[in-house]
């Protein structure tokens, strides 16, 4: 019980001491967090997808599709966005056995309030077993593969961006 209570006082001395001094444990990232963002792209079903999944993981203060707004801190202009499924291995018969998928995602930023503009271009793939017996199982093992690519891609963007920020102040 002793060494319990002086435990808690070690512990309560220490984070007083590191609150006095100012001392935050590392808060998560900047990058697309309680931003204003507008993003432009061609309608189509892979571009809503990624706007989707930009909305729901990015905490995101307010993102305006395809329309001009005064308030933006980001414009994001998508320019190529594909994904292309190859195959990669050859069973018997000339039946695939493996596929790949690949990812390209190329867009313009430009932040709010600089003179520069930036151009990020990202590549992505992956492979998976593919068996056309199972058709409905592959089409689920791609939805999660491009959900995966455009989570990596928003990560990236992140990234790239608080680089660029950085680098420009």
Not at 19 to 42: A, M, P
Not at 133 to 149: G, H, P, T
């Amino acid at each position: 019980m002793i060494i319990a209570l002086r435990k808690t006082l070690v512990f309560l001395i220490i984070s007083f001491f590191l609150v006095g001094c100012d001392y935050k444990l590392r808060s998560s990232y900047q990058g697309l967090n309680d931003l204003v963002v507008t993003i432009y792209f061609e309608k189509n079903n892979m571009n809503l997808d990624f706007v989707s999944v930009l909305q729901r993981q990015s905490g995101l203060k307010k993102l305006y599709v395809n329309k001009e707004a005064e308030d933006t801190d980001l414009e994001i202009k998508i320019l190529e966005h594909t994904i292309t499924r190859y195959s990669s291995a050859l069973g018997a018969g000339a039946r695939t056995k493996e596929a790949r998928m690949e990812y390209h995602l190329k867009i313009h930023l430009t932040p709010a309030g600089k003179k520069d503009d930036f151009l990020l271009e990202f590549k992505d793939n992956s492979y998976y077993s593919f068996d056309e017996s199972r058709i409905l199982a592959i089409e689920e093992v791609e939805n999660r593969l491009k959900e995966n690519f455009f989570k990596n891609a928003l990560k990236r963007i992140n990234f790239s961006l608080l680089n660029l920020l950085n680098e420009t102040n």
